[in-house]
């Protein structure tokens, strides 16, 4: 996947022909009927419930036997998180939801994504077609400051040239040793945001964290990263960067950022490259031997879960990225770190991510800050209607300015 827009563009006219017909059958294509629920991950008989028929029904559909009504297609389309025109293509679209998966072991491994997963995945394509139609109502040119070409040197001296080149597009300070669990992630996310990439999250935590932690979308005008919302603050900013490092090396995929020791296919090899990468940014090796707790603690001594809280602060990231940083450094010991992995107490020591409560908060946060900012103000500059700029931001028009309000910079607050 490079650049350009989706390609769920249907043909507008033999849309409209067939939603004219007196009739009012839908003449679609089986395999797209087949495809949707597919791709929504349900079985016929669920299908058949949420859609209000009976399963003989859907399968009648998908085997051609029998054509929906235009009613019963729209409530199809509905279920399968579908529009409408897309039933009226030919065929299936071909790798529209095709992304690579680094979190398989072994590459005869398959996996099927939760509904939910296809949603968001859909859903980050439909804001960054959004953000081009702003960018292209306002005349203006896309982004590409996020580009860092010729990267040269090893991963170290890369991961250097990542860290200066985005603390120059932060417009926030550097939080340094903040207590707010969600200062770096303000920070790191702004300055991607400045660059041109749109970073957004799951919607109400509907994604587990077992199935992914992050993805990213790689198109040369305004790349994606999709962040689970349902993880804890520190573990995302080591996330969003560890996406980053995928977008400049020309990679896209769904993750889990998980350190493993079976690094046996050319994914995982590049998963560990992105981790390594990641953590190299955020925590400069430099910096990380000058914490005072780094230097006064003996190479004999275990490491304390409340040293290991203090030394974490300053880059903002987990109890256990920064033990694992350690361990490349040659400060802790291997052993030491998957002890604490197999302990589960890292995300006993993480503060969770802040659930329910304010709606502003929340839909910024799916949404992004950078992306609400930019239709708020097209709305705002009357380059969008009110009825578009609320659909984008899928909210009541009423609601805009205090959601656009909720989006501006600052220094602390949930995210």
Not at 31 to 48: D, E, F, I, K, Y
Not at 295 to 309: G, K, M, N, S, V
Not at 341 to 369: H, M, Y
């Amino acid at each position: 996947m490079t650049r350009g827009r989706s390609t769920l563009t249907p043909d507008v006219g033999r849309c409209r022909d067939n939603l004219s017909m007196s009739s009012q059958v839908a003449y679609v294509e089986p395999s797209l009927l087949v495809w949707a629920r597919q791709s929504a991950n349900l079985v016929p008989l669920a299908a058949a419930r949420k859609i209000g028929v009976t399963q003989a029904r859907v399968e009648e559909w998908e085997a051609g036997t029998r054509r929906p009504t235009i009613p019963e297609l729209r409530k199809a389309a509905g279920v399968y998180n579908r529009p409408l025109g897309v039933f009226f293509l030919p065929e299936p679209p071909q790798g529209f939801e095709t992304m690579r998966d680094f979190r398989r072991l072994d590459p005869g491994e398959s996996g099927e994504w939760s509904a939910a997963l296809h949603a968001e995945y859909r859903r980050a394509h439909l804001q960054r077609d959004a953000i081009l139609d702003v960018l292209e109502l306002d005349g203006a040119e896309v982004p590409e400051g996020w580009q860092l070409r010729g990267l040269r040197g090893d991963d170290s001296e890369v991961a250097a040239a990542i860290r200066a080149h985005l603390m120059e597009h932060a417009p926030l300070p550097f939080p340094a040793r903040s207590r707010d669990k969600y200062a770096h992630l303000n920070y790191w996310t702004s300055a991607l945001e400045e660059a041109g990439v749109l970073v957004m999250s799951t919607e109400g935590g509907q994604v587990s964290t077992d199935e992914m932690r992050a993805f990213s979308l790689y198109f040369e005008d305004v790349p994606v990263i999709v962040l689970n919302g349902a993880d804890y603050p520190r573990p995302r900013t080591f996330s969003l960067i560890h996406e980053y490092v995928h977008l400049l090396l020309h990679t896209e995929g769904l993750c889990d950022t998980t350190t493993d020791t079976r690094a046996t296919t050319a994914d995982r090899r590049l998963e560990a490259r992105c981790n390594v990468i990641a953590a190299t940014v955020l925590m400069p090796a430099g910096e990380v031997l000058r914490q005072s707790v780094v230097a006064q603690h003996e190479p004999a001594d275990p490491w304390t879960l409340d040293d290991l809280i203090v030394a974490a602060r300053p880059f903002g990231v987990s109890v256990e990225s920064f033990l694992r940083r350690l361990v490349t450094l040659g400060l802790a010991s291997p052993e030491a770190y998957q002890a604490f992995r197999d302990s589960n107490r890292a995300d006993a020591i993480e503060a969770p991510p802040n659930k329910g409560g304010n709606f502003f908060n929340t839909k910024v946060r799916d949404l992004g800050k950078g992306y609400v900012r930019r239709v708020a103000d097209a709305y705002g500059r009357t380059l969008l209607d009110s009825t578009t700029a609320a659909t984008y931001l899928d909210v009541k028009v009423g609601q805009i300015a205090r959601l656009a309000d909720t989006a501006r910079l600052k220094n602390s607050a949930g995210a």
